[in-house]
Every structure is written in structure tokens, then in C-alpha cells.
Nanobody, 122 residues
């Protein structure tokens, strides 16, 4: 079984910063990739940033230059550093982990975290 846990959300003023963490644990052979998604009230969930094993990170245009995704392979953890936050960044942020598990080494499984609230006040 694999668990994915996000942390680091909170309330911040516009222009402030937060760092979100996403840690995958359990019977993981490899953490192939992480995607950070967000969902604001009344809106669809959107992919904000993603990183895979050997590829460059990808960002949605609205966060380029402000958000940075990085990973610590030893900890199976991915971070999302969010700077110069804007009220429109307010959403629940979800982490989606793509992992290879010991039970099926030729299969990539997808797991979601429970989400963490980010609120940016103007």
C-alpha cells in the first residue's frame, strides 16, 4: 500500500510565499513522477506543475516564474515552492504520485493525496 501526504498549505497575504511538500511512502520501488494540481471552488482541477524522473519540470503558464517544483529522491518527496502568491492561486492543492510498487514492478500506479488548502488574501 502507498500513502501520499501533502503538507505546507495555509493562509498568506498576496506577494507572500509558501512551500508545499508531498511525500509518498509504502512499498515503493521508484517514484516516477509527481504532479501538483489545484482546484478552486466552482472550477475544474488543473495541473499546476509536474516533474518526472529524467525530464524537465512543466508548469502551467499562470505560475511560470513564480512556482518551482523540486524533488528529494532519498525522501520520496516533492516540493512546490510558491512565491509572489496571488489571490487567484487560492485553491486546494493536490499531489498525484506515479509510483512503481514491489507488487507489480512493470506497472505504474497513480495515487492522490488528500489535499492542502492554500488561501491568498488580497
Amino acid at each position: 500500500q502507498v500513502q501520499v501526504v501533502e503538507s505546507g498549505g495555509g493562509l498568506v497575504q498576496a506577494g507572500g510565499s509558501l512551500r508545499l511538500s508531498c511525500t509518498a511512502s509504502g512499498s515503493i520501488i521508484s517514484l516516477n513522477g509527481i504532479g501538483w494540481y489545484r482546484q478552486a471552488p466552482g472550477k475544474q482541477r488543473e495541473l499546476v506543475a509536474s516533474i518526472r524522473s529524467s525530464a524537465s519540470p512543466n508548469y502551467v503558464d499562470s505560475v511560470k516564474g513564480r512556482f518551482t517544483i523540486s524533488r528529494d529522491n532519498a525522501k520520496n518527496t516533492v516540493y512546490l515552492q510558491m512565491n509572489n502568491l496571488k489571490p487567484e492561486d487560492t485553491a486546494v492543492y493536490y499531489c498525484n504520485a506515479l509510483v512503481v510498487e514491489a507488487r507489480a514492478t512493470f506497472t505504474e500506479f497513480s495515487y492522490w493525496g488528500q489535499g492542502t488548502q492554500v488561501t491568498v488574501s488580497s
